[in-house]
C-alpha cells in the first residue's frame, strides 16, 4: 500500500472525531421555538433501519433517581457510497467510533472514542479489531461489540460522511484550536498555539500522523482539539440564538448524517431542553484507555487497557460525572 493510499484510508479514521461529537451537540442544541425552521433539514437524515441486536444479547436498561443515561454511538464513515446511501459498504468505509455518554444529571456530557484497532473480543467472531464488527455483523454486531465493552444500552446510532465534516468548518468560518505541536502536512503548516482552520486545510489537520512520534496518538490528540473548538464555535450565544444560522449549519451537514428512527426529533427536542444549560467547559472528550500498540499474528492492533475500562464502566454507572478524570491513553 502506498503513503498516499494509506493516507486517503486514514482520513475517515479521524476526521470524524470532530463532527460527529459536534453534529449530536448541535442537535440536542435544536430547542424551542425555532423548532420548525430546523424541521427541513433534520428530514433530510438518512435512517438506519436495523442498528440493534436482539433484546436478550444486550444490557439491562440501566436507571438512577433522576433517571436514565443516554449513550449515543457516532460513526465515522470516510465517504458516501456510489449508491447515495451511507450504510451501503459501511464496514469499509467507517473507520471512526466514539460513544457519546450523558449521565442522568444531565450536567456533564462525555464523548469517547474508540481506537479501531481496539483488540476486543467481537460476539461470535472471538477476538479482533473492533471495527470488523461492521464487516461481519453490520450495525447491530458493532453496538452489540460496544455494548459489551461499556456494560450499558447505545440509545441511538448516528452516522457521518466526510463532506460533513468539510462542511461544517466551512459553515463554521473556521474552527479556532489550541495546537500543541507544530507541524506541517502537505501544503499546510500549523504553528504552535491558537490556530484557526477550515475546509481542506481542517482535513489536512486531522489527518496528519507521520509528522509525530507516536502517529495515531497525537493524531487522536488533535482530534479532540478541532472537536473542542468545534463545539465552543457552535454553542456561542450568537448560534443559539439565532435560529437561521443554527438551521444552516444544520441544513450543511444532514444531508451527510444517517441516525436511528430512536433519534427523532421530539427526542432530540426533549433532551436538549435537559441539557439547555450546559455549556462547553461539560464536555469531556478522550479516547477509551488502551496500553499501547503490538501485533497480532500480521496485524498492528492496540491493546486495551481493561482496568481503566472497568472504572470507565463503574463512572458510567453513577448519577453524575462531574468529577471524572479518564485513565491515561497510554
Known sequence: MTSETKQRTHVG????????????LALLAAIGWYFLRINP??????TIETAFPEESLRPTAAATESGAPVNVLLLGSDSRATDGSLLTSLGDRADTI???????????VQIMSIMRDSWVEIPGHGTQKVNAALSLGGVPLMVQTVEGIIDQRIDHVAVIDFEGFKGLTEALGGVTLQNDIAFSEGAYSYP??????????????VRARYPFS????????????LLRGAIEQMMTRENLTNPDRMANLLAT?????????????PVVFDLGSQLAQLDSTRIQTFTMPTLGTGMEGS???????????????TAFDEESMTNFQPAPER
Do not use: K
Open 13 to 24: 479514521r479521524w476526521i470524524a472525531v470532530s463532527i460527529v461529537g459536534v453534529i449530536v
Open 41 to 46: 433539514s433534520v428530514q433530510q437524515v438518512e
Open 98 to 108: 466514539m460513544v457519546a455518554h450523558i449521565p442522568p444529571d444531565r450536567e456533564t
Open 192 to 205: 504552535a498555539g491558537e490556530i484557526t482552520v477550515a475546509g481542506d486545510e481542517a482535513l489536512a489537520y
Open 214 to 225: 507516536d502517529g495515531d496518538y497525537q493524531r487522536s490528540h488533535n482530534q479532540r482539539a
Open 253 to 265: 451537514v444532514t444531508p451527510h448524517m444517517a441516525t436511528t428512527d430512536t433519534f427523532s426529533f
Open 299 to 313: 496485524q498492528s492492533v492496540v491493546y486495551v487497557n481493561w482496568e481503566g475500562v472497568e472504572a470507565l464502566r
